[in-house]
């Protein structure tokens, strides 16, 4: 009996290099220049239509920022261009490293995800939804599953955000407006009280916390939380019916800090994505978590209504064109932001405007699908086996001894593909990526079955008799 690939764990196949083109490499790449050609096209089109002052705009390949841009005018009445330089009030992004934080102090054993949070922070006392409430915990306040009010004031009509002081008064007098874990519900007063956790834990003001232990370790030099800033773009109400729009001052998020803010620009917001697509057993250095505690943060917890969208810890997950997408969306007087990863594809992109009313999120939708897409092909490292044409012996028909279903191997282009028989779409195929030395891996756009798991044909006196997909095997038929 021949073997022709051995059952080995995936994690001791022969290493193949994985490294991406350079970025210079990938911004010259043709496809990729038409790209941001259209993508430009476009944008100044919507920019002129609808009157948007600025926008700036960056596009991350794992480690590389491949491309960015400023669109119109930083400050419109000085005639002030817009650049990737130009800082702005990233909002809602701060939301991102408040997660971080927390899970920092969760590796150092400071906390868990599943303590009340009143064990740290003995004020939280506001009243319950229900009388059989359990107590809220730290993870619900990161996931916007807490039940928590929106916010935390008038903040938003007033432009006078609360005090670390003044959000501990208020809770007593506040009631939750679900039980925890009832349902998705964003809450910007459910980061406030993270960062005050964070704070608490640490002993630490919390712009110092971050600032040491996550903007410094990443050098994110263009990046503060509530500071006035000379390189912050002018911010600029939504346009009137009229065509106007008015200067917007700066705010001051006070005890909101840990929900909404930051301050960045292009650059350095490229290096926090960047740091997404990192791994190491550890955290240290530009590792701010380890690998383990990524997967947490990015791990959904809790999917709004309409399973559309949801949120890991901090990150929100927005689904695109049949993909999934990390990131987060931010607004504030007159600075509107997002920044969405896909983590497969190891490629983000960044859409920071100094107006209300620029719908981001449809901008960085616009540059994934356009930009993001071809230098996701472009930065596609050229590693996978090339196609041994003797492989085609393995098409066929294979019958499991399970139900005596029946799944084709199909040959393709240079490419095997599984095509279960009662399969009601022939593009509904699973494809055989090959892994090098006659095994191959199993690929597959959701997670049923085996996917991603070893496959491979066993052979006896010169003929195919079964096929492993992972654990399982199908006997070679040569009828239905």
């Known amino acids: 009996m021949k073997y022709i690939a051995i059952a080995l764990l995936l994690a001791s196949a022969p290493a193949l290099a994985q490294t991406a083109p350079p970025a210079a490499e990938i911004a010259a790449n ?4 038409a790209a941001t050609r259209l993508f430009s096209a476009w944008l ?3 920019m002129a239509y609808r009157g948007l002052p600025g926008v700036a705009v960056g596009v991350v390949q794992d480690q590389q920022l491949i491309w960015s841009h400023g669109f119109g005018f930083a400050d419109v009445a000085a005639k002030k261009p817009m650049t990737a330089d130009t800082r702005f ?12 934080a927390i899970l920092q102090l969760r590796e150092a054993g400071k906390l868990r995800l599943d303590d009340p949070v009143a064990k740290h922070l003995p004020w939280f006392t506001m009243q319950p939804a229900g009388p059989d409430d359990g ?5 619900q306040l990161l996931s916007h599953s807490s039940g928590l009010q929106r916010e935390a004031g008038d903040h938003w009509a007033s432009f006078d955000f609360p005090t670390e002081a003044e959000l501990q008064k208020l809770m007593a007098g506040r009631q939750a407006a679900f039980p925890p874990q009832t349902r998705w519900k964003y809450s910007n007063l459910a980061f406030a009280i993270a960062g005050l956790v964070v704070e608490k834990i640490s002993g630490q003001k ?6 040491a232990n996550i903007l410094t370790p990443l050098d994110m030099t263009a990046t503060s939380i509530d500071k006035p800033d000379p390189g912050l773009a002018t911010p600029y109400a939504s346009r009137t019916p009229a065509g106007t729009r008015r200067v917007l001052p700066f705010v001051d998020a006070r005890g909101m800090a840990a929900a909404t803010g930051m301050t960045s620009n292009v650059a350095d917001l490229a290096k926090f994505i960047s740091a997404q697509f990192r791994r190491a057993p550890t955290a240290g250095g530009n590792n701010v978590l380890s690998a383990g505690s990524w997967r947490e943060a990015l791990r959904v917890r809790s999917v709004d209504e309409n399973w559309e969208s949801g949120s890991g810890l901090g990150f929100d997950h927005n689904r695109f064109k049949g993909r999934t997408y990390v990131g987060h969306g931010g607004g504030y007087p007159g600075n509107t932001t997002m920044t969405r990863a896909q983590i497969d594809d ?4 960044i859409v920071l405007t100094n107006t ?3 719908n981001p999120g449809d901008i960085a939708n616009q540059l994934l699908a356009t930009v993001g ?3 996701a092909k472009a930065a596609k490292p050229k590693t996978t086996p090339q196609w041994d044409p003797a492989w085609a012996r393995f098409a066929g028909l294979y019958r499991s001894p399970y139900d005596n279903g029946t799944t084709q191997v199909v040959l393709l282009n240079g490419q095997l593909a599984l095509l279960p028989a009662m399969t009601t779409a022939a593009e509904a195929k699973t494809v055989l990526e090959p892994l090098g030395d006659g095994r191959f891996r199993l690929v597959a756009p959701t997670g049923g079955g085996a996917v991603g798991e070893v496959v491979r044909f066993e052979e006896q006196d010169g003929k195919v008799t079964r096929m492993f997909v992972g654990d399982g095997w199908s006997l070679r038929t040569t009828s239905w």
């Open 89 to 100: 009030r990233i909002a809602s992004n701060s939301k991102l490293f408040a997660a971080i």
């Open 135 to 139: 107590p809220i915990t730290i993870e």
């Open 356 to 358: 209300n009313d620029s």
């Open 206 to 211: 919390w712009a110092d916390y971050v600032q």
């Open 30 to 33: 043709a496809d990729v220049q």
């Open 44 to 46: 100044e089109g919507q």
């Open 373 to 375: 897409e071809a230098v």
């Open 346 to 349: 190891k490629v983000g992109v």
